[in-house]
């Protein structure tokens, strides 16, 4: 009996130096886990500051993007002011050159009949001439009119070639609604971010100690309420640099589409359709317009209805 | 003829309706998206409606589809300009049956292309 009650208790003495010597072998272990855990509190810490500070930062960001798309919103609109006027003025100097044109063919057309005919009422005129208009009357004349003439013609291709400048920075003003459409995208992506870090920090309990200071007012510290409310294209970013492969693309997808577009049950009244499209109609009546593609599909689809 | 045209930016509605104004078009009626467009079109007799995509309260495509499924204006030509340019977007807008599609920024010349396309299938 004794010796079995030895035996038990060598071997729960032997269990117990085993156990000290696992003790022996974790305590370094946890020694490094809490010199790791401590170590690491300060770069948590840090991170945490640092989370906190870009949570304050990222409303003003946000209405630093707003301050950029009204500030170019109002630009394109002062731009667009300054091409409707230069369209406005060109009216104008056109009408004027019409006016002059018209003047011009009534003059030479009537001095050139009065000089070629010998009738009492060209005598009676030649007589009524000054002495400044007998100077027109000699052969530099005609000529001085045929150059009247061409200078107008040129002046008109100069005012249509400004018309066209302006057309062009008009269109190249568009870029105001993609860059809107761009910052609009990365001001949602900033709520994204702002959202998932306020979360991150509620979930860690040492970080909700002092929390992370919403400002009571809602509007100053919510990104999304700070920009202007656009609808954006996420992708809007290519669209710049790709636009004329994107346009052929897309023209092609239509080409090889199978959906049917609907085609106007009642024929549009000719007489509503502008002259320059209606003109534009006529010419390509029995040709292709220079995108083929377009038409094929339409002429596909015009087929099957 | 009365062009609609539907764009929630006014600027790009500017340059539109100045393109159109260069084509002869001087009948247009604007709307800053598809709710403001399906109410304009309760209030005018609109011939050809041009829509941006990316709108507030109803977009382009939402657009398209209200109208394709009216009885009143299920067949007006309706093309869509925006900057939108994915494929999946292609199929939707032709899904949602926009007769033609013209990707942002564009140039006067595609613009009326795609007008007289849309307009000589009809005329």
Redesign the interface.
């Known amino acids: 009996m004794k010796e079995k009650s030895l035996e038990s208790f060598i071997s729960k003495v032997e269990e117990l130096r085993a156990l000290f010597v696992l003790g022996q072998r974790v305590i370094p272990l946890l020694e490094e886990l809490f010199a790791f855990v401590s170590e690491t509190q300060p770069l948590l810490e840090e991170i945490n500051t640092s989370i906190k500070e870009n949570l304050t930062k990222m409303p003003n960001l946000s209405k630093q993007l707003a301050k950029v798309t009204e500030a170019t ?1 109002l630009a ?2 002062e731009i ?1 002011d300054i ?2 006027g230069v ?1 406005y003025k060109i009216d104008i100097a056109n009408s004027n050159l019409s006016q002059i044109e018209k003047v011009h063919s009534e003059i030479s057309t009537r001095l050139a009949n009065k000089f070629s005919s010998e009738t009492t009422e060209t005598k009676f005129l030649f007589t009524e001439i000054s002495g400044e208009s007998q100077k027109l009357s000699n052969e530099n004349f005609f000529a001085e009119l045929k150059d009247l003439s061409s200078l107008l013609n040129s002046t008109r291709e100069i005012l249509d070639n400004i ?1 066209n400048d302006a ?1 062009s920075i ?9 860059t ?2 761009q910052i609009a995208a990365v001001n949602h992506l900033l709520n994204i971010v702002q959202t998932r870090l306020n979360v991150l920090l509620a979930k860690f309990p040492f970080f909700t100690e002092e929390k992370f200071e919403q400002k009571e007012d809602i509007n100053e510290s919510n990104i999304n309420l700070l920009h202007k ?5 996420p ?2 970013v ?3 640099s ?2 004329t492969t ?2 052929e ?2 023209d092609k ?2 080409n090889e ?1 199978s ?10 009244n ?1 007489d ?7 003109g ?2 006529d010419e ?2 029995n040709e292709a ?3 083929e593609d ?2 094929k599909l ?2 596909e ?2 087929n099957n209805n | 003829m009365k062009f609609l045209v539907v764009d929630d930016s006014p600027t790009m509605r500017r340059i539109v309706v100045n393109a159109l104004k260069s084509f002869g078009i001087d009948d247009i009626v604007e709307a800053e998206d598809g709710q403001d467009a399906l109410a304009k079109l309760q209030s005018n007799k609109i011939d050809f409606i041009i829509t941006d995509w990316n709108m507030p309260n109803m977009t382009g495509l939402d657009l398209t589809k209200a109208i394709r499924n009216s009885d009143q204006w299920k067949d007006l030509p309706i093309l869509m300009v925006t900057t939108r340019g994915l494929k999946e977007d292609i199929i939707q807008a032709l899904q949602a049956k926009v007769n033609n599609y013209i990707v942002k920024p564009f140039t006067p010349q595609v613009l009326k292309e795609k007008i007289l396309s849309i307009l000589k299938t009809n005329v």
Do not use: G, Y
């Not at chain 1, 008009?170 to 993609?178: E, F, R």
């Not at chain 1, 577009?261 to 024929?267: D, E, K, L, M, R």
């Open positions: 919103e394109t609109n667009l091409i409707d369209f018309r057309s008009m269109l190249a003003l568009q870029i105001q609604d993609i809107a459409q409310k656009i609808a954006f294209d992708d809007a290519d669209s710049l790709k636009s994107r346009q693309e897309i997808l239509f589409s959906v049917e577009t609907p085609v106007i049950s009642q024929p549009l000719e509503l359709v502008p002259n320059e499209i209606a534009a109609l390509n009546s317009i220079s995108q377009i038409d339409f002429k689809e015009k």
